[in-house]
Structure formats: C-alpha cells, structure tokens
Nanobody, 115 residues
Framework: QVQLVESGGGLVQPGGSLRLSCAAQ????????MGWHRQAPGKQREWVAT???????DYNDSVKGRFTISRDNAKNTVYLQMNRLNPEDTAAYFC?????????WGQGTQVTVSS
C-alpha cells in the first residue's frame, strides 16, 4: 500500500505563487509515476501534471509555462510549483501515484486564488 500526504495549499492573490508537496509513504517501490489532479467546485476532476520515475514530465495545456512538477527521491516527495496563479486555478488539488495495478490518491489540499 501507498499513502500520500499533501501540504502547501492556501489563499494567494492573482499573480502569486504556491508550492504543493506530496510525500509518499509505505510501499513506494510500487510507484511508477506521480502527479496532480485538481477539482474546482461544480466541475469534474482534471489532470494537471505527471512526473515519471525516469523524470519525464507532462502538463495540462492550461498550466504549461506556469506550473512545474519535480521530485526529491531522497524524501519520496513530489512538488508542484505554481506561478502566475489566476482565479481559474482555484480548486482542491489531489496528489496521485500510479503502480502497475492501481492508482493511489491523497486527501487533497485547497488552493484559492482571490484578491
């Protein structure tokens, strides 16, 4: 089993930055990729970014050039650096990890972009 613990959400003004963290615990050897989804009120959950064990990254077009996903293998932690935030980025952000057989999810952390 894999447990994911997120942190770093909060309230930020438009144009500001936040960094989310996701620490993986448990059977981390099972993990092949990690990343983030988000879900805004009244909307479906959408994929944001992924990083593989080989450090390949991919982004939703809506965040390309503004968000950066990275990892610290020594800490078993994945980060999402979010810059130039706008109100449309307001959502609950969920960390995920995938293995060969299933996906694991964190509990979510709220990001609110508002003046």
């Amino acid at each position: 089993q894999v447990q994911l613990v997120e942190s770093g959400g909060g309230l930020v003004q438009p144009g500001g930055s936040l960094r989310l963290s996701c620490a993986a615990q448990g059977s981390i050897f099972l993990i092949s990729a990690m990343g983030w989804h988000r879900q805004a009120p009244g909307k479906q959950r959408e994929w944001v970014a992924t990083i593989t064990n080989g450090d390949s990254t991919d982004y939703n077009d809506s965040v390309k050039g503004r968000f950066t996903i990275s990892r610290d293998n020594a800490k078993n932690t994945v980060y999402l650096q979010m810059n130039r935030l706008n109100p449309e980025d307001t959502a609950a952000y969920f960390c995920f990890a995938t293995s060969r057989s299933r996906a694991y999810w964190g509990q979510g952390t709220q990001v609110t972009v508002s003046s």
